[in-house]
């Protein structure tokens, strides 16, 4: 168990904006026809609990096992688009070979080639609170993103990739894949504007600084809103009082530290900026109904870590 949950990051790129990555699985059948032998497999362990700076899109075509993402398991049979954002601590455990890709970019890259396309937070597979990280296929489905994946990985291999090209299949691809996420429900345009810009706005600074800022007021005054309107507006829209909100944001980083690492309860206040330990112990009980350490324990012998 580590003392702190690893933490990757993309490779230092020579361009100001920081480049997008593809890979294979670990465990992947090897390079097929169709996939070129010098697309790299995936440097990173991904067998134990470990979180990424960065985006990434898993598409898988072929394989089983099971994906675990912030303490809940995901079956991997099928076709699939799988999906994590920065911070999130996941970890995949195959049963059987996999084959599809892994692609890794930051927000920078995806805002600087699509500068006028949906922000990634207004994503449903993205957007924080209601995330839907698995997006299953159908065969038609999975071919038209086999086609703009081999198409990605010809030009990220290309003697001089064309980092522009690069960065709008991966626009395409994301706004393809929150179609098919929408299908049955509502347009992906209603679903991305039915929330105010304002509650987006929230999400996106609590999601980015919710260890250091606890309180309404900050990101109030951040969004130039009054703290009763912006509670008003969060509890319409989001169903959950704000201060809530970004204590449940903060819980979710204690349980991560608490079932990932050895850190004392002690440390892992600290660590969200809880100055007093005390506190943090009776609020994580009355939100879980457990101590800090009960929940360790529990969520330990409960699971293969």
Do not use: W
């Not at 904006?17 to 593809?22: K, T």
């Not at 601590?89 to 996999?98: E, I, Q, R």
């Not at 209601?130 to 993103?145: A, D, G, N, S, V």
């Not at 530290?257 to 309860?265: D, G, I, M, P, R």
């Amino acid at each position: 168990m580590f003392d702190t949950i690893p933490v990757h990051s993309l490779p230092k790129s020579q361009s100001p904006v920081p480049a997008l990555r593809i890979y294979r699985f670990k465990n992947s059948n090897g390079a097929s026809t169709e996939i070129p032998d010098t697309l790299p497999i995936t440097p990173l362990p991904t067998d134990t609990p470990h979180r990424h700076t960065y985006y990434e899109i898993l598409f898988i075509e072929e394989g089983q096992g099971f994906h675990e993402i912030d303490f809940h398991s995901y079956a991997m049979q099928g076709t699939g688009m799988h999906f994590l954002t920065p911070g999130q601590v996941h970890l995949l455990t195959f049963a059987a070979p996999c084959q599809g890709f892994i692609v890794a970019f930051s927000e920078d890259f995806y805002t600087f080639y699509n500068p006028s396309a949906t922000s990634l937070s207004k994503f449903p597979f993205f957007q924080s609170g209601k995330r839907q990280p698995i997006l299953r296929l159908t065969e038609m489905e999975r071919h038209y993103f086999h086609n703009i994946l081999e198409n990605m990985v010809e030009d990220h291999l290309g003697n001089e990739p064309d980092q522009n090209m690069l960065g709008q299949y991966l626009g395409l691809l994301l706004q393809k894949c929150a179609i098919i996420s929408q299908k049955g429900v509502r347009s992906y345009e209603t679903s991305a504007s039915s929330v105010p810009e304002i509650v987006g706005r929230f999400q996106e600074l609590v999601e980015k600084n919710f260890r250091e800022m606890h309180e309404v007021q900050q990101y109030a005054t951040i969004l130039k809103v009054s703290p009763d309107y912006l509670s008003k507006t969060v509890k319409r829209f989001l169903g959950v009082q704000t201060q809530e909100y970004i204590l449940d944001k903060l819980l979710l980083e204690a349980k991560r530290l608490l079932v990932f690492t050895n850190l004392s309860s002690k440390e892992i206040a600290y660590h969200i900026h809880m100055e007093d330990p005390s506190y943090f112990g009776r609020i994580f009980k009355r939100k879980s109904g457990l101590t800090p350490n009960e929940y360790r324990d529990s969520v330990r012998k409960s699971t293969i870590y």
